[in-house]
């Protein structure tokens, strides 16, 4: 994590612990950083709609004393109007850092290649580290620990899945992932995480059956079905995932105080019950909230004073 946050893959176990412990003091104590961002400021631009990213980075930023500018897809046709690495080059003599949420991955990579300033990535179609970030987190701090605690992610194997499988692989927490054929995450980045998982003595698997995959498991963890830029398949994807909805019968296979998880926006009724969402089990909110504060630490981390 030298200059960029791109992927959870370029994060070192030391940078994952490090950002935790960051965000463990920025929720004890608000005030003590509420200055250490004064008078830097944080371009988001943004190409996909978005309610917690933004919001947390916006406000995220006010209060550690900086400030934001938000640029929507009107604002800079990013790549259409005028280049990456034209606005890259603009904006580094204006901001002091960038988060970029875009469709294609690589927009981020070219984005962070040209620019001066620390880029992050706010969501692409591969990866959403700041996600996982949260999400690892958020386990950690309801359970208290990581090393053999399992979760199970049933559902689409997306970006979100992807990060999680890099994230969890270097923390040391187990993963299952239950996908239906042709939905599976990434098979370079899922290699990728039963590598890193053999180092940190965590067990990567892969599934079809959902209610092998939450056997025992201490998380459960799902997803929207369609994502932005799919909704053409909506309908296809509504039949393939029909039996990987989180309800009240896979809760059942796992644990009993079974914690479980959604990145949200949530499509109830498809992916995840009503009866789930709003249960004991759910830390989903605490999980939204977290965001704001891990991203609080990424920014202090990137954007702050090097000692």
Known sequence: MKKDLISVAYLTDKDIFDIFSLTDKLKKNKTKYSKVLAGKTLALIFQKPSNRTRVSFEVGMHQLGGDSVYLSSQEINLGVRESIEDVAKTLSRYVDGIVLRTFA?????????????????????????????????????????????????????????????????????????????????????????????AKSKAKINLFKNPLEAVKGADVIYTDVWTSMGQEKEAAKRKKVFKDYQINKHLLSFAKKNVLVMHCLPAHRGEEITDEVMDSKNSVVFDQAENRMHVQKAVLIKLLGEKK
């Open 105 to 197: 991955h690589q927009n981020v990579v070219e984005l962070a290649k040209y620019a001066t300033v620390p880029v992050i990535n706010g969501l692409s179609d591969f990866s959403h580290p700041c996600q996982a970030l949260a999400d690892v987190y958020t386990v950690k701090e309801k359970l208290k620990k990581l090393k053999g605690i399992t979760l199970a992610y049933v559902g689409d194997g997306n970006n979100v899945c992807n990060s999680l499988l890099y994230a969890c692989a270097k923390a040391g927490l187990n993963m299952n992932v239950a996908s239906p054929k042709g939905y599976e995450p990434d098979g370079g980045v899922f290699e990728g995480a039963k590598v890193l998982a």
